[in-house]
């Protein structure tokens, strides 16, 4: 990519889209085009087909999608499936058509086998069964992948996928119903501290191991392998590193100020018992984190609420 390069970044204002116009605004990106739904509705195959046909961007990064928790891919299902098939269906064809010189595809690791051998590397795609709850959203990103890669076998496309690990940062969903467990946590310790009450409840028994990385960091690697990789298949993009629900909640906790009690609900689901990532492919490609959990969450919190 040139500085004055045509760049599209779907999705822009997501936690991934707007890190991602953010990285790309401070390596000096000068061209950097952006459309919020109610201007380009992403799922209306005509109305990406003239938006492609009109702008004519040279790169994608493809980062829109329907995203939330267990609770929103466990409820609404069918939306989740639709919506982002034809959403990623969409933009990709018409970057086809209309010529594009690279396109990034962001999935999410929720892609692997629930009971996948850890750390989940890429070559264990599709060797198991999906973790039940967000089946129908792992099914649109898997369908993304390979869309990637069968365009990239027949039309020679510069098409790659990069699949991030768990993501927070500025920008992040905070609504309980159905957003992610660190933000969700976040809102919970801090709520519970503004109003002195005596307990948190955290979903689950506290035992599933998670990854976390900052979406600044995310970005940064999504710049870095559009510059820097030209391959079929997928890129994981995380830390390497995991941690327990439970701590993460101690974690929250003490960085949030709060000082009553944590409580476990072992009547809601934990969800995928353990989800780490294998970076050697990203390390060896030459990129690895910068920002670490604490002193992310510290950010975060700062930025969202003042702390």
Not at 15 to 32: E, H, P
Not at 99 to 107: A, C, I, M, P, Q
Not at 211 to 226: I, P, R, T
Not at 249 to 264: P, R, T
Request: aromatic share 10%; proline share 4%; glycine share 8%.
């Amino acid at each position: 990519m040139q500085i004055t390069s045509k760049i599209y970044v779907a999705g822009h204002r997501g936690m991934v889209g707007s890190a991602i116009v953010k990285d790309l605004t401070n390596r000096g990106f000068t061209n950097i085009i952006t459309r919020t739904s109610t201007e380009l509705n992403l799922i209306n195959q005509q109305d990406v087909a003239d938006f492609f046909e009109k702008e004519k961007p040279e790169y994608v990064f493809l980062a829109a999608a329907k995203v939330g928790g267990i609770v929103a891919n466990n409820t609404l299902r069918a939306d989740f499936i639709y919506e982002n098939i034809l959403i990623q269906s969409n933009v990709i064809h018409q970057s086809y058509k209309n010529g594009v010189k690279k396109l990034l595809f962001l999935g999410s690791t929720c892609i692997y086998p629930k009971l996948a051998p850890q750390p989940l590397k890429e070559e264990y795609l599709l060797t198991g069964l999906l973790e039940e709850t967000n089946e129908p959203y792992a099914i649109a990103k898997i369908a993304g992948i390979k869309m990637c890669d069968a365009y990239r076998d027949q039309y020679n496309s510069n098409f790659i996928s990069v699949m991030p690990t768990n993501l927070y940062g500025f920008n992040d969903n905070y609504d309980l119903q159905n957003s992610h467990v660190l933000p969700a946590l976040l809102r919970k310790f801090h709520e519970a501290k503004q109003n002195n009450e005596s307990e948190v409840v955290v979903w689950g028994t506290g035992t599933p191991l998670r990854e976390f990385l900052h979406a600044s960091d995310m970005a940064n690697a999504c710049v870095y392998l559009m510059q820097n990789y030209n391959e079929k298949g997928f890129v994981n993009i995380g830390t390497g590193k995991e941690i327990s629900i439970k701590d993460l909640a101690i974690l929250v906790k003490h960085i949030v100020g709060y000082e009553g009690q944590i409580v476990f609900d072992t009547s809601k689901p934990d969800g995928t018992p353990r989800k780490l990532t294998d970076t050697t492919k990203l390390n060896g490609l030459g990129w690895r984190h910068t920002i670490e959990l604490p002193e992310g969450i510290r950010r975060v919190y700062q930025e969202k609420f003042n702390g």
